[in-house]
């Protein structure tokens, strides 16, 4: 990806680091312990970015499977086990909801990377991917839920699905527009840039944090009595 300018290397390598200080700010006990966690498994993967490991597009399974699989067993895990969803229910629902913010420059990076056909325009809020909305709305949601107390429960419990089903869109269009022998669409200009270094943390690091923001959330707000609470 010679093509892509530097800056948007750098805009993503500090989004990344965002999303990670934005959980971690959600976490009431051992925060260092997790930031630790994410920042070893966000290096391995980047090692392997800078490999060209994924960029062997024929291999089946494909090898992105390695970069996402793991997360996705980790947020698989919280919300099946007691353990999981105990630690689930600790975390702070203000900073879960100001965490969302990190999905605005997600977006503006994506659509930058559109225009250098490193993914496709259906990816970005140009095409098929709404999700930037989630993070333009999460303050507000964060000041009328938590600071002015306007709204309750239910609206934040809709916010949170409705985020959870742009994220299920993009990723969806996402992993369908990989080159691998899966893909499914946008053969003209596929999603590349999630197969190198510091793109791939996407799909390996803020996309997993993403959905257990979301699935910690939604697990809390289950319960009728929810009140407002937080760090933030």
Known sequence: MA?????????????TVLAVWLFCRAVPRRALVVAAGLALWLLGQGVLALTGFYTNTHALPPRLLLAVGPPLLVALLLVITPRGRHLLAQLWPDALT????????????LFGLAQYRAVPTLMTFEGR?????????APLLYYLVFRR???????????NLVGLGLLVNIVAHAVL???????????????????YFPFGWLPAGVVPLVLVAHLAALWQLRQPAWEPAGVA
Not at 102 to 108: D, N
Request: hydrophobic share 55%; no cysteine; net charge positive.
């Open 3 to 15: 093509q892509v300018p530097i800056l948007l290397y750098i805009a993503f390598g500090l989004t």
């Open 98 to 109: 100001l965490f969302h913010v990190v999905r605005v420059p997600v977006e503006v990076v």
């Open 129 to 137: 991917n709404w999700d930037i909305l989630t993070g333009l709305t």
């Open 149 to 159: 107390r306007q709204l309750g429960r239910r609206a934040l419990l809709v916010w």
């Open 177 to 195: 527009a990989v080159p691998s022998p899966l893909q499914q669409l946008a053969f003209e200009q596929p999603n590349v840039a999630v197969l």
